[in-house]
């Protein structure tokens, strides 16, 4: 109490990292230990029950006509003062607090900026109303716009970040601010395209003024640039111009063309001088969501194409490389998404129960040529359609459409994780729900008619997870106990599928105290892990005697079952758009089912998947006991043709069978090219 007053508390400080979060700052200042150390997260619990502060003195050398003090990460229930003075509220996370502070800010002597941030528990407690259906952890968090992800889940404990966890700055405007520039692209074919700019500004004169305002972008040899003479009014304007680009630099993913960017810097002049600039990148491209074709039984389908081309997705889900997000670096954003590349994904689907990634995230899938699958943060629940709580998603989506539009990686929005099948799961309709089927698809059609909407994930058909239409979460092996022989599912795309197993032995030792390594115990479980199911599984690779032994079954398991879902779905090719592997890279330590450990060791499934994406993928198909059918996947541009060398051996690698077939394979498509009788002689 009286910490936003201006006089020094009496309680000790603790030094604070901004952008920063309150475990990183006490586990940094030796007040509590290592969240992911055993059980430590159990020692931190107390923390979700008490209000955090912030405070930092600052100087402002000049004024401008207006000052604004800007946050681009509040998380999440805050409220500011300046100098004593309460300034405003926020409540979410997943867009910025804004505050205009020009009759409040003293120019040339010391102002105190205090911010407290209300206890996550306690104040997610306060907005709960009635209860509503949900998966992972308690309903509270419906009512919140706090990442979904921190209450807890079945891949991480309960640890709920607190913190100022991006920058915060303060913006002086003398005239002219430019707020937005949004590049559509349209192809217009024949080698070339059109570029719409929208430009947002807002004059703080007085009176009707003229501008200027000028652009130049170019990648390599083409350039785009232009002039146009402007009236702007006080308040708010908006102006739209087209330019046609000759021979326009295409942006495709990586494994089919090249992600070409364009760098363009625009200004906006005032009586000849400078009144404000924006930098950004775009990209030239056209994507689409193909949902009708004859290429399936019931004309149903759920690809995408990229400038008219085909592209089939091959990838892995998101969540952010660590629960504390301030902690994530430029080098580990960097290294996870090249792993993705190296791998040969061409998606990732940023997963709603996370956070709006941050710009580094989504300039680094801009260069790589990375498509992204965008979820709004929705996750696993049945939400409020209230007012309260739609004006409070409002502003988020529509900050997040805006900030995000003009990267060319973003190939889709969808509204939500597993929504639909939860609601079906509890007799209740959600194919009408207020946020999902209105609200968002209303501002992505206003906002960015440049990309598709997807109401949910899984979403269409007769029921959300059906297999005939829309995208399938396939959980049949993991949870269901299916043969991964024998997947027969006609997924028209696959945007959730995995297996658990452990990391390896030396990234266990970082997080496991010794003398809980061996037998599986408690100490498994608390870590995520589903012991009947990976026991179940990693049995078919022999008993272990020790935990090398166990990793390894374990390992071999999510490896082969992971390569049978992916070969599968590539032999339906366009049948099936595409799979997106249940997840890439764990964001605690943990024994789940991302392909990369916490430490950044890959899982042999990385490696086997590696394989399963190549450009050329030879599979074998069980057809019966007997009887295999051989196919190949072909993801080139061009047809493939060549020798099919088939052969089969014994258990000690003496060859019983050989054959040599000439092969043709379609461009970009999947053909069977023939059949194999392996009748073994010994059953081993």
Known sequence: IGLHREEEPHLPAIPASVPGEVHLDLKRAGKIPDPYYGRNAELCRWMDEKDWWYRRRFKLDRKGKKVFLKFKGLDTFATVYLN???????????????????????????????????????????????????????????????????????????????????????????????????????????????????????????????????????????????????????????????????????????????????????????????????????????????????????????????????????????????????????????RVLQMAVDGNMNMIRVWGGGIVESDLFYDLCDEMGLMVWQDFLFACGVYPEDDRFIDLVRPEAEYM??????????????????????????????RDHRIFYHLLPEICSRLDPTRPYHPGSPSGGEWADSPDEGDRHNWDVWFGYKD????????????????????????????????????????????????????????????????IEFIRAAQLAQATILKHYVEHYRRLKFINGGVLVWDLVAPCPNISWSLIDYYLCPKMAYYELKRAFSEVLVSIKPETEEWFSLWISNGRLLPLKGELLIQLRNFSGKIKLEERLEVKVKENGATKVGEVNANPEDIR
Not at 96 to 120: C, H, M, Q, W, Y
Not at 404 to 429: F, Q, T, Y
Request: charged share 30%; with cysteine.
């Open 484 to 547: 991964y022989r024998r997947i027969s599912d006609q997924a028209r795309f696959m945007s959730e599928f995995g297996c658990q197993a452990p990391p390896c032995y030396e990234s266990l030792l970082r997080f496991f105290p010794p003398e809980k390594i061996w037998p599986i115990n408690d100490e498994w479980q608390y870590h995520m892990m589903q012991i009947e199911r990976m026991i179940y599984w990693s049995s078919e690779f022999g008993p272990p005697r020790n935990v």
């Open 84 to 334: 004593g003075e309460r300034i405003g509220e926020h409540e979410n996370m997943h867009c910025p607090a804004v505050f205009d502070i020009t009759d409040k800010v003293r120019i040339g002597s010391e102002n105190l900026l205090s911010v407290k941030l209300g206890s996550p528990k306690l104040e997610s407690w306060k907005r709960a109303r009635e209860p509503l259906p949900v998966w992972n952890t308690t309903y509270e968090r419906l009512y919140t716009r706090k990442a979904e992800m921190g209450y807890g889940w079945d891949w991480a404990p309960p640890i709920m970040p607190t913190g100022i966890y991006r920058d915060v700055l303060i913006e002086l405007v003398d005239s002219i601010r430019i707020d937005d520039i949004f590049v559509k692209p349209t192809l217009k074919g024949e080698g070339k395209a059109e570029v719409e700019i929208e430009l947002t500004l807002t004059s703080f004169l007085e009176s009707e003024r003229e501008l200027l305002f000028k652009f130049e972008a170019s990648c390599e040899d083409s350039l785009i640039s232009g002039e146009h003479r402007l009236k702007a009014k006080p308040g708010e304007n908006r102006y739209r111009f087209c330019h046609l680009v000759e021979d326009p630099k295409l942006w495709f993913p990586w494994n089919i063309g090249r992600p070409y960017l364009y760098d363009m810097r625009a200004e906006v002049l005032l009586d000849g001088e400078a009144a404000d600039e924006m930098r950004l990148r775009f990209g030239i491209r056209e994507v689409k969501l193909v949902r009708y074709s004859d290429e399936s039984p019931n004309g149903r389908v759920f690809y995408f194409t990229v400038n008219g081309i085909k592209v089939w997705a091959k990838g892995a889900n998101w969540v952010p490389p660590d629960l504390f997000y301030p902690a994530i670096t430029e080098d580990r954003y960097r």
């Open 401 to 430: 459409v805006r900030h995000l539009r003009n990267h060319p990686s973003i190939v889709l929005w969808c509204g939500n994780n597993e929504n639909e099948v939860l609601a079906e799961s509890k007799g209740l309709d959600t």
